[in-house]
């Protein structure tokens, strides 16, 4: 009688268990870049992946590059519609964790990124922009420990964000 309730009980929790906790393997010499910070907001992803996989952006890089989105936060239902439809279905892969914690950084391979993205919220009210950059500056620095050769490219709402992360040792460009 027990062992039946216990399978049951495994069942139910495996049935939990969400497909975007699964780690990223790079496809042999796939490059990739990392985006991270505010991408559960699917007008960002939109102009993000718009500029980022322009034809004319490709065409003269002679590479293409696979993107993993690195969150804290299952996808949105706007966000998975766009991720699985035919323009990035193959070029996009959604993985839950955070910037924060190395074994996420390890599950994205940020070992070998070619770079890793940090998006802010750029319509956040304005008594929250300290908060906001704040957020994105600790994920760089943690990336940064986590890999200091690895190219941070970082967008802050505050000019004085910017000096911190000069000063700092992060390998990082401001946008």
């Known amino acids: 009688m027990i062992i039946p309730m216990r399978i049951n009980e ?3 929790l495996l049935s939990l268990r969400s497909p975007f906790r699964k780690p990223y393997y790079p496809i042999s010499s796939e490059n990739h870049v990392i985006v991270c910070g505010h991408v559960n907001d699917v007008a960002k992803l939109e102009r993000f992946f718009s500029e980022f996989y322009h034809p004319d952006r490709m065409a003269g890089a002679g590479e293409e590059y696979h993107t993993v989105i690195l969150s804290p936060y299952e996808p949105t239902e706007e ?3 766009l991720l699985q439809s035919q323009a990035l279905d193959s070029k996009v892969t959604y993985v839950i964790g955070s910037a924060l914690a190395t074994e996420d950084l390890k599950r ?6 070619f770079c890793m993205f940090f998006l802010c919220n750029t319509e956040i009210k304005e008594g929250m922009t300290n908060a906001e950059d704040a957020a994105t500056v600790l994920r760089a620095l943690s990336v940064s420990n986590f890999n200091p050769d690895l ?5 802050v709402l505050r000019p004085e964000e910017r000096t911190i992360l000069k000063d700092s040792d992060v390998n990082v460009v401001l946008w």
């Open 108 to 113: 994205v391979r940020a070992d070998i990124a």
């Open 10 to 12: 495994l069942q139910q």
């Open 151 to 155: 190219e941070c490219l970082v967008q």
């Open 79 to 81: 966000v998975l519609v």
